[in-house]
């Protein structure tokens, strides 16, 4: 009788027994933060919230304007159609 053909791909060798590993230590909590520190953040966060309202306002007043500009560009175009000679 013959023998199947051998499979061209062999099986991996067994993998070694793991080592048993320690479990991690407990992550240190951080140490609280400095009245100065408090204090450059708290600064930072109002000159990022100023900031931010500096560009909303600077975009709606932009929006305003367009807006308002478009308008009178419609009436303008009403207002000349409305008297063309015919």
Do not use: K, N, S, W
């Not at 807006?67 to 063309?84: E, Q």
């Amino acid at each position: 009788m013959t023998q199947p053909p051998e499979d061209p791909v062999a099986e991996p060798a067994p993998a070694a027994p793991r080592t048993p590993v320690a479990p991690a230590a407990p992550a240190a909590q951080p140490a609280p933060a400095a009245p100065v520190m408090e204090r450059l953040i708290t600064t930072m966060d109002d000159d990022g919230d100023r900031r931010t309202e500096a560009r909303v306002g600077i975009r709606v007043l932009f929006f305003f304007i367009g807006l308002h500009a478009i308008a009178g560009l419609v009436m303008l175009l009403f207002y000349v159609g409305d008297h063309a000679h015919h």
